[in-house]
């Protein structure tokens, strides 16, 4: 497997039980880049908000966007990949503002596909009967956004080579 190398900031996204997590670090291995892991960011009043089954509201998600986008801002010029659901085109522009350079990668996927991976996740804080919320806030990336869309179907290396192949056509970032 050859490496990328890349000095995008890229953010996985897409709604929960997309693969955010298997997928992020394998494409960041692709690239030769650090991974972050979003769900850390959140501060545990989220955590204890959707492990009971409350979505999340806007000014919840407001600290933890912040956070996402100030490592993301760090790690601008260097690259790196971190995950995170940016479901809306305004917590998307919330995280442009932080780190102008960054892309996303849209896992997507039809919603029997995704349902079925999260019934098999194992300690996962976010329940299945959040997904409905997911795919009722998501707004898809518009064509004004740096970012590619990438099927979920088929195994975790190879979504991850698809979204690495994907990368290559997008210009190289502004700092």
Same mark, same amino acid.
């Given at each position: 497997?050859?490496?990328l190398h890349t000095p995008h900031v890229v953010?996985?996204?897409?709604?929960?039980?997309?693969?955010?997590?298997?997928?992020?670090?394998?494409?960041?291995?692709?690239?030769?880049?650090?991974?972050? +892991? @979003?769900?850390?960011?959140?501060?545990?009043?989220?955590?204890?908000?959707?492990?009971?089954?409350?979505?999340?509201?806007?000014?919840?998600?407001?600290?933890?966007?912040?956070?996402?986008? @100030?490592?993301a801002h760090g790690r601008a010029g260097l690259? @790196?990949?971190?995950?995170?659901?940016?479901?809306?085109?305004?917590?998307?522009?919330?995280?442009?503002?932080?780190?102008?350079?960054?892309?996303?990668?849209?896992?997507?996927?039809?919603?029997?596909?995704?349902?079925?991976?999260?019934?098999?996740?194992?300690?996962?804080?976010?329940?299945?009967?959040?997904?409905?919320?997911?795919?009722?806030?998501?707004?898809?990336?518009?064509?004004?956004?740096?970012?590619?869309?990438?099927?979920?179907? @088929?195994?975790? +290396? +190879?979504?991850? +080579?698809?979204?690495?192949?994907?990368?290559?056509?997008?210009?190289?970032?502004?700092?």
């Amino acid at each position: 497997m050859q490496q990328l190398h890349t000095p995008h900031v890229v953010v996985v996204m897409g709604v929960a039980g997309t693969g955010k997590t298997t997928i992020g670090p394998l494409l960041a291995a692709r690239l030769g880049v650090p991974y972050a +892991e @979003g769900d850390d960011f959140h501060p545990p009043a989220n955590i204890a908000k959707m492990t009971a089954g409350t979505p999340l509201t806007d000014e919840d998600r407001g600290p933890w966007l912040d956070a996402i986008g @100030g490592w993301a801002h760090g790690r601008a010029g260097l690259g @790196g990949v971190v995950s995170s659901s940016a479901l809306k085109r305004s917590y998307r522009d919330r995280l442009r503002a932080a780190a102008p350079g960054v892309v996303f990668v849209h896992l997507t996927g039809s919603r029997e596909l995704i349902e079925d991976r999260m019934s098999q996740r194992q300690g996962h804080f976010m329940p299945t009967a959040l997904l409905d919320s997911q795919f009722a806030t998501l707004q898809p990336l518009e064509p004004d956004e740096a970012g590619v869309a990438v099927d979920v179907a @088929g195994a975790p +290396e +190879e979504i991850a +080579e698809r979204a690495a192949n994907a990368l290559k056509d997008l210009p190289e970032p502004v700092q």
